[in-house]
């Protein structure tokens, strides 16, 4: 591990792309000098704000890397309301090219990371299966990834999801399926996850982790792995942040020099199957379900010289419109048609696009040129 490095801090905002909410705030901790430094976005809790994980982008700056709390929308100092893992999450990814612009001088814009603790740690993993080509690690403290299960299983809590979202499960399937990022662990087979938990956990069920880690796990995403203590063990992952009394640190010793190595590919396969659970955003295209927070679709996606997107309603998931972005190389122009139950169309959204119901067929074709 390099030794540490004087530190500099200071605050920035940044503003939704999606819905223009803003100002967003963000704690940013660097180490004094030096370039292509990994990026760190470390996400506070539930209920919480930066100030609650200052000392961990400190303990990261001073190793070497540029940490980045942002207080997620409705936390803290930033503008907006908590929607408890819906169109929030692509604050994180606001966030993200925030620091790149901001620092572009400094970062290696490649190696990008997320580290969280318990809701700070549903959205890291919210992160990882929502930009699956983004985070080259991510880790994961006693996340909640199934908003519904949690809902249902976690008495002090449910009074401020149901606020959040607006109401239950019963009532809004479709929110609550949009935020079930069990759905969705098969997304990603680059990012190196790592989730921990402790098997006595009240607050944020070990069921919820379990079922996210078993799932990736049989779709062969041999990059996702379990860490779950139990009693008697020497190190337990209990619920909180890290502390004298809790300490949380150990993973950093294996974890921080993957990090600052960086070189992680994370490239999407040229072909394959993503689930958008409220929404997706890749490299290559965007997938929003009912305005980012409302059902989920299959992807079936190719990337070869014609880009295809073939988009289906997730199993009990309810109607609800998508909006696609696609991101096509320059150099070319494009024909782009569809086929199912609406032509394409343009959205008239701050997320430029297109705007379909499903099931539909989307091909991008390059022109020949003149």
């Not at 506070?44 to 709390?69: E, F, P, Q, T």
Request: glycine share 10%.
């Amino acid at each position: 591990m390099p030794r540490e490095s004087p530190v500099r801090e200071e605050l920035f905002s940044y503003t939704s792309t999606l819905d223009g909410t803003g100002p967003l705030w963000a704690f940013a901790a660097r180490p004094e000098g030096g370039r292509h430094r990994p990026l760190v976005i470390v996400m506070h809790g539930y209920s919480g704000s930066h100030r609650n994980v200052v000392n961990d982008c400190r303990r990261m700056a001073a190793k070497g890397m540029v940490a980045i709390a942002p207080d997620m929308r409705g936390a803290g100092d930033s503008a907006g309301k908590a929607d408890s893992g819906g169109i929030e999450i692509m604050d994180i990814y606001d966030c993200v090219e925030a620091a790149r612009r901001r620092y572009e001088a400094v970062i290696d814009t490649r190696n990008v990371n997320i580290w969280g603790y318990s809701g700070g740690g549903g959205n890291a993993v919210a992160a990882a299966v929502r930009f699956p080509d983004l985070f080259s690690t991510a880790t994961s403290f006693f996340p909640m990834t199934d908003f519904a299960f949690w809902y249902r299983d976690n008495d002090e809590y449910r009074q401020k999801i149901d606020q959040r979202v607006g109401g239950s499960p019963e009532e809004f399937p479709g929110r609550y399926i949009a935020r079930n990022y069990n759905l969705a662990a098969a997304n990603n087979h680059k990012t190196l996850v790592n989730i921990f938990w402790d098997s006595e956990e009240v607050t944020c069920s070990p069921d919820m982790p379990r079922e996210f880690v078993l799932r990736a796990n049989a779709a062969g995403c041999t990059n996702v792995h379990a860490n779950e203590s139990r009693p008697g063990a020497p190190l337990r992952w209990c619920h909180g942040y890290t502390s004298p009394d809790n300490d949380l640190t150990a993973p950093e010793d294996d974890i921080f020099p993957i990090i600052l190595k960086g070189g992680r590919d994370v490239t999407l396969p040229p072909e394959g199957r993503l689930v958008a659970a409220g929404f997706l955003v890749t490299r290559e295209f965007g997938v929003f379900v009912g305005g980012g927070a409302q059902g989920a679709v299959t992807v079936d996606y190719s990337l070869d010289d014609e880009r295809r997107l073939v988009i289906e309603a997730v199993e009990g998931s309810p109607a609800a419109d998508v909006e696609v972005e696609l991101r096509l190389p320059a150099g070319h122009e494009w024909s782009v048609e569809a086929t199912g139950k609406a032509p394409v169309k343009k959205a008239a959204c701050l997320w430029k696009g297109y705007h379909i119901s499903v099931p539909c067929t989307i091909t991008a074709t390059p022109l020949p040129k003149d």
